[in-house]
């Protein structure tokens, strides 16, 4: 319990140079404890330690959309996978 604090500030250290620096949680309860945070695209960085005392390093990645997706602005639909099949398909090997 006593190294949390230094456990938190190092997360926060190593985590901000890769663009990690949103507190996104950030729980002390019941000798549990969780600390996360994120960056720009919502990829997280967490570290949990439960009761027993047990410590979790976790990282999600966020969402990465390709240019073509982003333009879209939409979930792509069984009719835009047809199109882009075919497109694949005419194009030379």
């Known amino acids: 319990e006593d190294q949390w604090p230094t456990a938190q500030a190092l997360l926060r250290e190593i ?3 890769y663009g990690f ?7 002390s309860r019941g000798g549990v404890r969780t ?16 009761s027993y005392g047990y410590t979790v390093l976790g990282v999600s990645t966020g969402c990465h959309l390709r240019a073509e997706a982003k333009e879209r602005g939409r ?3 069984d009719a835009d996978k047809k ?11």
């Open 15 to 17: 985590g901000g140079e």
């Open 83 to 93: 199109v882009i099949r075919s497109s694949r398909s005419a194009e030379p090997s």
């Open 21 to 27: 620096t949103k507190v996104s949680l950030d729980i």
């Open 75 to 77: 979930p792509i639909t």
């Open 35 to 50: 600390f996360e945070l994120a960056d720009e695209t919502g990829a997280k960085l967490t570290i949990m330690v439960n």
